[in-house]
């Protein structure tokens, strides 16, 4: 074995070695989810079929009932600009994290939409809450909304969709088991917390957003929900489940300069269930949070009255 080969050996040696540790080196699940980790939580928990779902509920009893459901991977804080307002409004209003997100549990599972629906049923069903209700979701929220309405289409009223993803997404190689899992591990959901920046038209507005985001990934489980989620509802095609939202009064809202989810999809959903149509402007993915007076004078407007088709 000559010296040039040992050196190659060597290098290839140490190569695979780095690689194999960066997954453990950028872990940053440290601690179980129990208990003790939830004693600070704002809010309160429930336990569902799956687990314990962190929630948090405002507003008169008699009034109407609003779930809001955020999206892949931002926990229920995606609505600190507009759960009091429609709460002060008169509105019942229910928001809580996803599984696998926020203080909610990270049952292994596999994470699909029927599992979301699932979730949101057992939420009504244990909260005692009054249906028909009205339902928000934003980005993935909106692909869980449109399955919702499709399998319980007698517990909702009127339909809020904030940029909904509603188009199959290619996510090879995460797709791919082992080299998905490890590519994932290593470096997809370490960068989360800052790619979380890019859902803002004026990211330096929202500095503090990925340490938030953090939080949630100190406990056991995210990377599992997250992954699986991706592998099994993001690359999916929900276009016929919005269809069925024809039959309803949608109110649908873009921010104009979404990068996640362009604004040039907004005209199939359009065509398809003739919404009526916000168009946000100076704002990307969550137009509620960058513009809130704008986009919740409008939700109180249009929740206001029992709009029929």
């Known amino acids: 074995m000559n010296r040039f080969f040992k050196i190659n050996l060597i290098a290839c040696i140490l190569i695979v070695c780095i690689l194999a540790i960066i997954p453990f080196i950028r872990n940053t699940e440290k601690y179980d989810l129990d208990d003790a980790a939830r004693l600070h939580a704002p809010g309160k928990f429930v336990t569902l079929s799956?687990?314990?779902?962190?929630?948090?509920?405002?507003?008169?009893?008699?009034?109407?009932?609003i779930i809001l459901i955020h999206g892949f991977s931002v926990p229920m804080y995606i609505y600190d600009s507009t759960f009091n307002v429609l709460s002060d409004a008169g509105?019942?209003?229910?928001?809580?994290?996803?599984?696998?997100?926020?203080?909610?549990?990270?049952?292994?599972?596999?994470?699909?939409?029927?599992?979301?629906?699932?979730?949101?049923?057992?939420?009504?069903d244990s909260l005692n809450l009054s249906p028909p209700v009205d339902l928000i979701g934003v980005s993935m929220g909106g692909t869980i909304v449109a399955g919702f309405v499709n399998e319980y289409p007698q517990l909702v009223?009127?339909?809020?969709?904030?940029?909904?993803?509603?188009?199959?997404?290619?996510?090879?190689?995460?797709?791919?088991?082992?080299?998905?899992?490890?590519?994932?591990?290593?470096f997809w959901i370490p960068a989360l917390p800052q790619s979380q920046l890019n859902d803002f038209y004026q990211p330096d507005r929202f500095q503090d957003w990925p340490i938030r985001f953090?939080?949630?990934?100190?406990?056991?489980?995210?990377?599992?929900?997250?992954?699986?989620?991706?592998?099994?509802?993001?690359?999916?095609?929900?276009?016929?489940?919005?269809?069925?939202?024809?039959?309803?009064?949608?109110?649908?809202i873009w921010g104009s300069q979404d990068k996640n989810v362009p604004l040039s999809q907004s005209d199939t959903l359009r065509n398809l269930i003739n919404p009526e149509f916000l168009l946000i402007?100076?704002?990307?993915?969550?137009?509620?949070?960058?513009?809130?007076?704008?986009?919740?004078?409008?939700?109180?407007?249009?929740?206001?009255?029992?709009h029929k088709k």
Do not use: C
């Not at 509920?57 to 109407?64: K, M, N």
């Not at 993803?165 to 791919?176: W, Y």
């Not at 109180?300 to 029992?306: C, N, P, Q, V």
């Open 281 to 306: 402007d100076n704002a990307g993915h969550l137009p509620h949070f960058e513009q809130p007076s704008v986009v919740n004078g409008r939700l109180i407007e249009f929740l206001k009255h029992d």
């Open 91 to 124: 509105f019942q209003v229910l928001r809580f994290d996803l599984w696998g997100r926020g203080y909610s549990s990270r049952p292994k599972v596999s994470y699909d939409l029927k599992l979301f629906i699932r979730q949101v049923k057992e939420l009504i």
């Open 50 to 65: 799956n687990g314990i779902t962190h929630y948090q509920i405002a507003g008169p009893v008699e009034g109407q009932t």
């Open 214 to 252: 953090k939080e949630q990934m100190k406990y056991k489980g995210f990377r599992y929900a997250i992954l699986t989620t991706a592998r099994n509802l993001l690359n999916q095609d929900y276009i016929s489940f919005f269809s069925k939202l024809n039959d309803r009064h949608v109110l649908l």
């Open 157 to 186: 009223r009127n339909v809020v969709l904030i940029d909904p993803g509603s188009v199959k997404k290619d996510i090879t190689p995460l797709n791919i088991p082992i080299l998905g899992d490890y590519l994932a591990a290593a």
